[in-house]
């Protein structure tokens, strides 16, 4: 069965500091990764998308994640972080897209950045 | 503006009263799906369908009801709400194939009394 665990319910740092969020999932068969953000207030909105092609995946924002199989994993890192990136951040995994494609969530991490 | 859209944003019921939340997209999209969003638990899914008139269970189906008549309305239907149906649900929807994200409605709060 598939699962998404995100180490680490609340993460903190300092603007323009390293943002690293952990995400590793169990999956039988070559996954579909995502990473989705949310605002206050607000529904989902993707950051970025693995679908089995590079690796390393670039997205919104100035957000990318590294697909690495060995490790089962899909951190999601940004290198200097901004104020406005603070949010709930959702990693999700999924094996069937083209068969209603369910999205399985990890339990989120909310980003605090200090001044 | 491409979008989908819940409705009501905020709700407050009593015990048993038959509810029904809305959800339309306006990008003709094929798969809607329907989640709740509970603290320490991530977002599960309820129900979802792959086109009209067809739908089928996620994991936590339980209590709800939907229905796929037209292609950019996905109703979630309550018949008989109870507390633990107090939440944070989110209507998505998305095109078919593999390289085309869900895009999510901005929710609808749900507390049962």
């Known amino acids: 069965a598939q699962s998404v665990t995100q180490l680490g319910s609340h993460v903190s740092v300092s603007e323009g500091a390293l943002v690293l969020l952990r995400c590793n999932y169990s999956s039988s068969v070559p996954p579909y990764l995502f990473w989705y953000v949310q605002y206050p207030n607000q529904g989902l909105q993707l950051l970025l998308k693995?679908?089995?092609?590079?690796?390393l995946v670039k997205g919104i924002n100035g957000f990318e994640a590294e697909f690495k199989k060995s490790e089962t994993s899909f951190h999601l890192t940004k290198p200097s972080a901004h104020m406005s990136d603070a949010a709930e951040y959702f990693c999700a995994v999924t094996e069937d897209y083209n068969q209603g494609g369910k999205l399985i969530f990890g339990q989120g991490t909310e980003l605090s950045v200090k001044p | 503006e491409a979008q989908v859209t819940q409705n009501p944003r905020y709700l407050i019921t009593v015990t048993g009263k038959k509810l029904t939340v809305t959800c339309s997209q306006n990008?003709?999209?094929?798969?809607m799906s329907w989640y709740r969003q509970d603290p320490g638990l991530g977002l599960r899914q309820i129900y979802y369908?792959?086109?009209?008139?067809?739908?089928d269970k996620g994991d936590v189906p339980e209590g709800y009801k939907v229905s796929r008549k037209e292609k950019r309305n996905f109703p979630l239907i309550l018949e008989s709400p109870s507390p633990n149906q107090t939440s944070l649900y989110f209507c998505?929807?998305?095109?078919?194939?593999?390289?085309?994200?869900?895009?999510f409605g901005s929710g609808t709060r749900l507390t049962v009394v």
């Open positions: 998505a929807s998305r095109r078919q194939g593999e390289n085309y994200g869900y895009t």
């Open positions: 990008m003709n999209h094929e798969y």
């Open positions: 369908s792959m086109n009209v008139e067809v739908t």
């Open positions: 693995y679908t089995s092609a590079a690796t």
